[in-house]
């Protein structure tokens, strides 16, 4: 075997889009992740696969090697593969996201509801980057007074917008109805981020049962899921963990 066989990727296949359209109505697709040992971009099209119930694996990274083959030349990607042996190459985190929530029926049942979720996803991306541009990546002797910054200026108006919208659904542990969206995925994985990296020494983010009951709710309903509560206990969750930690030096 060459040395770089290990980090050969899928070939997409190539066919007339009508035929590819055809094939991604597969719901009995198998998958191969290509991301970074943490959780990062691809912590939410993990869970997506757990949810769907779906095969999946990922594939061995060496961006040297592989870079050139993606459409964008980043990552994640992800390859599904139809029964039939049709291969689709999906780029892009969030596209990825959508891709999966709407195959496995977690994105609505018709444009307004697809809408609605699409708003707390939106909302909810836009806190998520900016935890991510203040406080993850904020020089280590500044991360504490950044993380306070950011509790005070991006949380508190998040929290009260997303307990508004979760009270016009009774507070009931979803943004809509009585089942899973990508809404609550989005909003739960937010959460738990701000608290799983929470720098030593800061105050404690304002997420908790108090503080923040109705998105506390959506916390527990997506974490005490039966599929997303076994993906946690496993090895992998918890290496993802530590590689988190690790290339952000938490």
Do not use: C
């Not at 290990?6 to 007339?16: R, S």
């Not at 029964?83 to 596209?95: F, W, Y």
């Not at 709710?217 to 930690?245: C, E, F, I």
């Amino acid at each position: 075997m060459a040395p770089n066989d290990k980090f050969a990727l899928p070939v997409p296949t190539k066919a007339d889009a009508k035929v590819l359209a055809e094939a991604s109505r597969s719901t009995n697709s198998t998958y191969q992740l290509l991301y970074f040992p943490m959780h990062g971009r691809g912590e939410l099209t993990r869970t997506l696969l757990v949810f769907s119930g779906a095969k999946w694996e990922e594939l061995p990274l060496n961006l040297s090697v592989q870079k050139q083959q993606l459409p964008f030349k980043l990552i994640p990607i992800l390859y599904e593969t139809t029964p039939d042996g049709t291969i689709l190459e999906l780029a892009e985190s969030h596209a990825i996201e959508r891709y999966l929530a709407a195959k496995y029926g977690l994105y609505g049942t018709d444009p307004y509801s697809t809408h609605k979720i699409d708003q707390i996803y939106t909302s909810t991306d836009f806190a998520n980057q900016l935890f991510w541009q203040r406080v993850r990546w904020a020089p280590l002797d500044k991360r504490i007074e950044e993380a306070h910054k950011f509790y005070d200026e991006v949380l508190t108006p998040y929290i009260a917008n997303h307990e508004a919208q979760l009270e016009k659904n009774g507070g009931n542990g979803y943004y809509f109805g009585e089942s899973i969206t990508l809404a609550d995925l989005k909003s739960a994985h937010f959460i738990d981020r701000v608290l799983f990296m929470r720098p030593k020494g800061s105050k404690e983010p304002p997420f908790s049962e108090e503080k923040s009951p109705n998105l506390w709710k959506v916390l527990r309903t997506v974490n005490g899921h039966p599929a997303m509560a076994a993906w946690k206990k496993t090895q992998r969750y918890q290496d993802l963990d530590a590689g988190s930690l690790s290339f952000f030096q938490f």
